[in-house]
């Protein structure tokens, strides 16, 4: 694990990002969703952080007032959010147990999968997108780096913009 640190004192806030070298390219075709729907796994619960007992990994960082997102894309999956600087220990114990400790669990996983579809078929209303996706499917054509990420930052503000 590589972790890298640059102090900025500009502002009392701090953004810890977790960097997973696993994306789309790591698909196999008859599995094409699996990176970008265990991103959205991983954001729900672990036996620490989860809404049982009113501990969801978004509710704690929600609370202190964290900017939050994780993304997926061809070649790594990150997680990261920007916190007040006294709050480093919680958002890197939140990280440690999500790579742990996440409960991927049977009704998580059809609620993302709605999301994760959703997200794909908003992409697939995007030229932008379209054009996108063709452009690699021509410079890869026998690699799963082809088959994209279903839930690209880029591709799911333009669905939001239009809604």
């Known amino acids: 694990?590589?972790?890298?640190?640059?102090?900025?004192?500009?502002?009392?806030?701090?953004?810890?990002?977790?960097?997973y070298r696993v994306g789309s390219k790591n698909k196999v075709p008859s599995n094409t969703d699996s990176t970008h729907l265990l991103e959205h796994l991983n954001?729900?619960?672990?036996?620490?952080?989860?809404?049982r007992n009113g501990t969801s990994i978004f509710g704690v960082l929600q609370g202190i007032g964290a900017?939050?997102?994780t993304?997926?894309?061809?070649?790594?999956?990150?997680?990261?959010e920007t916190i007040p600087s006294d709050q480093l220990e919680l958002a890197l114990n939140i990280e440690?147990?999500?790579?742990?400790?996440?409960?991927?669990l049977n009704e998580?996983?059809?609620?993302?999968?709605?999301?994760?579809?959703?997200?794909?078929?908003c992409g697939e209303n995007n030229p932008n997108s379209i054009l996108n996706k063709e452009i690699w499917a021509m410079a890869y054509m026998s690699h799963p780096i082809i088959i994209p990420p279903l839930g690209c930052v880029r591709i799911l503000k333009t669905c939001q913009k239009k809604s």
């Open 1 to 19: 694990m590589d972790i890298l640190l640059l102090q900025d004192n500009s502002a009392p806030v701090v953004t810890v990002q977790i960097v």
């Open 43 to 51: 954001f729900k619960e672990t036996p620490t952080f989860n809404k």
């Open 67 to 69: 900017q939050m997102n």
């Open 71 to 80: 993304t997926t894309w061809n070649d790594r999956t990150n997680y990261y």
């Open 96 to 104: 440690a147990d999500r790579m742990r400790n996440s409960l991927l």
């Open 108 to 121: 998580d996983k059809d609620s993302e999968m709605t999301v994760v579809s959703n997200e794909f078929e």
